[in-house]
């Protein structure tokens, strides 16, 4: 709810702060006042289009700031998450700056935003009905959300979503196969020579590194074979090394008891030598072994790595990724050769999830032709008090085409009213005047309330054209709505005024020499002689204060 709106230089307001209230709050005033302009100012907070006539003369700048209350779970809060905003103290302050050269800025909790998004908090903090306009109950496109909130249709809504979803699924899964079996089909026989080449050259993970390192040492086949050849004669050069070692080991063995212990480590040492040198000649005759110096070999092996390259760059891959491309192209000609089993299984899958989803959806359609007439009798009820008598409100369900089937169903729901008797029905922002659909604006209200998020109603001047009795109506819909959320309420009728809780008056006044509009909370008695004003006249008589006080204690 609304908890403060503070106004700097627009039209007539210089500066003007005010708090707000639950209940039934009423702004009351001569015409001309500025009621209006309080309106409009509230909208330029909520993102309403501007521009710079509503900057005051003289001025640089007009500037409106709403403060909000707003409940844990409030919309408002997964919007501000999205934009990485949070509310503050449970709290949101929506503002709004105009230059006198018509440039905007706006703010959330004082942080620069879009008016767009200034325009989508507001739609979930405030709705107004005027004579000529109204939010979101004149856009057919919330008409389905609202039926389904009267007739508690959450569960069958979330069902017919969800089985549109799968459905979607499935129907996507189909089409997939059925476009890979079109591409297939129009390169089966370049599909078919592929594998083949591959099958036929059989790539291994990893094999052209095998093929790169076996191929480096057979080119350096004849200078590993000097090498090794010129290590294995350095080793037996007099005599084989082993041998020698082996030799000057037993000569030491003969004199080791003489030297007390001193020959041990040369011995030790002499052991270790001929070990390595031992197992040195073994891992050079391996490696001698091992040379390959046969020129078909080296060919073989470079045939077979440049094949795999030719074949990489034809497919526009690396060498690694052409025996995954095999297993791909293979199991593409399998789908051609199983697909009339497949493309079958995936339409019964289709079908089935279509046949699901429809039988959601008539659930659903079923469930909101019930929740319409009730409806229907529940508006029709709060018509005649508020001089509709001869009106009639109905809730249409359209059906469908099955391709604008959608995630809320069959059917298509709107509002819609027949002003006149025998006249067509027609959609409510066409059909009405300004001051019937503020009254049928607030009939749909009364009945929707406990179903309607939105904390904050107002309503400008809903009263318009009526008196007594009726406006009595419209004030005790009004005080009814008030039960359970805030309403602010622009009248002229002393029958409203008498049902507020909270009661301002709108007036001008002369500032330095400028007419300026101000707003006054009033106590009980002022609220009196506001009321008083309002039934008389110019000349409030001691007869209409009487009659406010009536009035007012009635209402009480």
């Keep these: 709810m609304i908890r403060a709106l503070a106004i700097r230089d627009v039209v ?19 015409t001309g006042a500025g009621k209006s302009i309080l309106l409009d100012s509230l909208g330029l907070a909520l993102g309403a289009r501007s521009e710079a006539g509503l900057v005051r003369q003289g001025a640089a700048q007009a500037s409106v700031a709403a403060v909000f209350e707003l409940p844990p779970r409030h919309p408002a809060r997964a919007l501000l998450a999205e934009q990485g905003l949070e509310a503050e103290d449970d709290q949101l302050v929506l503002r709004r700056a105009i230059g006198a050269d018509g440039r905007t800025r706006a703010f959330v909790n004082d942080q620069p935003a879009s008016v767009g998004l200034l325009k989508r908090l507001g739609e979930s903090l405030v709705e107004i009905h005027g004579q000529f306009e109204s939010h ?19 569960a069958k809504v979330d069902a017919v979503g969800q089985g549109f979803a799968a459905w979607a699924e499935a129907r996507t ?7 890979d079996l079109k591409r297939a089909r129009a390169e089966e026989e370049d ?8 099958t036929t050259l059989d790539p291994k993970p990893g094999e052209e590194d095998e093929l790169a390192k076996k191929r480096a040492l057979m080119m350096h086949a004849e200078k590993l074979a000097e090498g090794v050849a010129a290590a294995q004669a350095a080793l037996e050069q007099n005599g084989a090394v082993e041998a020698n070692l082996r030799t000057a080991a037993r000569a030491l063995e003969r004199v080791a008891a003489k030297a007390e212990g001193g020959l041990d480590a040369a011995m030790a040492a002499l052991e270790r030598a001929a070990i390595e040198t031992a197992e040195a000649v073994a891992q050079i005759e391996r490696a001698a072994t091992g040379i390959d110096l046969d020129p078909r070999h080296l060919e073989a092996v470079e045939e077979r790595l440049f094949a795999m390259k030719a ?6 891959i690396e060498v690694a990724g052409l025996a995954a491309l095999r297993d791909e192209m293979a199991r593409r000609l399998a789908l051609l050769e199983g697909t009339g089993e497949g493309l079958a299984k995936l339409a019964r899958e289709e079908q089935a999830a279509r046949a699901a989803y429809v039988e959601a959806g008539r659930a659903l359609s079923q469930a909101r032709l019930a929740a319409a007439q009730k409806l229907d009798r529940a508006v029709a009820k709060e018509l005649p008090p508020l001089k509709l008598d001869k009106a009639r409100f109905e809730t249409a369900l359209e059906a469908l085409e099955e391709g604008d ?7 298509r729901v709107s509002f819609r009213v027949a002003t006149n008797p025998g006249s067509p029905p027609g959609p409510i922002a066409k059909i009405a005047s300004g001051g019937e659909l503020a009254r049928f604006m607030l009939a749909l209200k009364v009945v929707l309330a406990r179903t309607q998020a939105v904390p904050t109603l107002v309503f400008d001047e ?3 054209g009526i008196g007594g009795a009726v406006a009595a109506a419209v004030g005790e819909r009004l005080k009814r709505l008030a039960a359970d959320r805030q309403v602010l309420v622009v009248t002229h009728s002393p029958q409203v005024a008498a049902l507020a809780d909270h009661h301002w008056r709108v007036l001008k006044a002369d500032s330095k020499g400028a007419v300026v509009t101000r ?14 004003r309002m039934l008389a006249g110019a000349e409030i008589t001691d007869e209409a204060r009487a009659a406010a006080a009536r009035l007012m204690a009635a209402g009480a």
Excluded: C, M, P, Y
């Design 405 to 411: 089937w959608n995630a809320g169903g069959l059917d």
């Design 173 to 179: 899964k189909r089409l997939a196969a059925e476009a």
């Design 519 to 532: 707003v006054e909370l009033l106590d009980e008695a002022a609220r009196r002689e506001e009321v008083a």
């Design 136 to 154: 979101s109950l004149l856009d057919s496109a919330t008409h389905q959300g609202v039926l389904d909130a009267f007739g508690g249709l959450d």
């Design 12 to 30: 007539l307001i210089d500066r003007l702060d005010l708090s707000f209230a639950t209940g039934l709050g009423v702004l009351s005033g001569e």
């Design 462 to 464: 809903v009263d318009s």
């Design 311 to 316: 074949l990489a760059r034809k497919h526009g």
């Design 191 to 198: 599909l078919r020579a592929a594998v083949a080449e591959l």
